[in-house]
C-alpha cells in the first residue's frame, strides 16, 4: 500500500517512548505510555493509554503537516479496547488546521471490549488541504470506566489514482 501512496505519516512507536518525537499530548500524560506488547495487533511496542478515576478529555496529538492542494486523505490506525463498565468513555479521532477548533471523523462510544482491529477512515473536511494539519486520538469520558485503549500503526496517506489496463500480451510462443 505504501508504494501507491503519498505518506503525510506513519508512527509505529517503535522508538518506545511517548510522546512520540514531534507528537504532543494534551490532559492525563502520565497515563500515556509505550508498552511493550502487541494488543492493538500490531508489533510491541504500541501506544497505551490506562485507567485513573477522571472525567475528562485526553488526547495524542500528531504533528503538524503540509496538506495544500489535498481533498482528501486517509487515515489507517490499529486500535484495541479493554472495557471495564459503562458509560465508558468514547475513543476518537479529530483533526483541526492552524491550531483551530478540532473536528471529530471517527468515534466509538464502547459498551464492551473491542477486539484487535484495524480502522480506515476517508478524511475530507476543511481542514484537509491546509499548510498546518493535525489529527488527534482522543478520550472523552469517566475514564475510570475502562481498562486499557491501545494504538498502533497510525498510517496518514493520499491513495494515487493509478489506473491500468492489459492491451496486450505476447510472448515467444
Not at 518525537?21 to 501506544?47: K, R, Y
Not at 483541526?96 to 473491542?114: A, F, L, M
Not at 477512515?121 to 491501545?150: A, K, R
Request: glycine share 6%.
Amino acid at each position: 500500500m505504501l508504494a501507491s501512496a503519498q505518506t503525510f505519516l506513519w508512527e509505529s512507536f517503535d522508538a518506545g517512548q511517548m510522546p512520540p518525537q514531534g507528537w504532543t499530548l494534551n490532559g492525563l500524560e502520565a497515563q500515556w505510555t509505550a508498552n511493550n506488547s502487541n494488543n492493538a495487533g500490531g508489533s510491541a511496542p504500541e501506544a497505551q493509554f490506562t485507567y485513573v478515576n477522571q472525567n475528562t478529555t485526553t488526547r495524542l496529538i500528531s504533528p503538524m503537516m503540509d496538506l495544500t492542494g489535498m481533498t482528501s486523505v486517509t487515515l489507517s490506525f490499529r486500535h484495541m479496547y479493554d472495557w471495564y463498565s459503562n458509560p465508558a468513555p468514547k475513543v476518537a479521532v479529530a483533526t483541526r488546521s492552524h491550531n483551530g477548533t478540532w473536528t471529530t471523523v471517527w468515534e466509538k462510544t464502547p459498551t464492551g471490549n473491542i477486539s484487535a482491529e484495524k480502522v480506515d477512515v476517508t478524511i475530507n473536511n476543511s481542514d484537509v488541504g491546509q499548510s498546518e494539519f493535525q489529527v488527534c486520538f482522543f478520550l472523552q469520558g469517566n475514564m475510570y470506566n475502562l481498562d486499557y485503549w491501545y494504538l498502533d500503526n497510525i498510517l496518514l496517506f493520499n491513495p494515487l489514482n493509478l489506473d491500468a489496463g492489459l492491451i496486450s500480451l505476447s510472448g515467444t510462443p
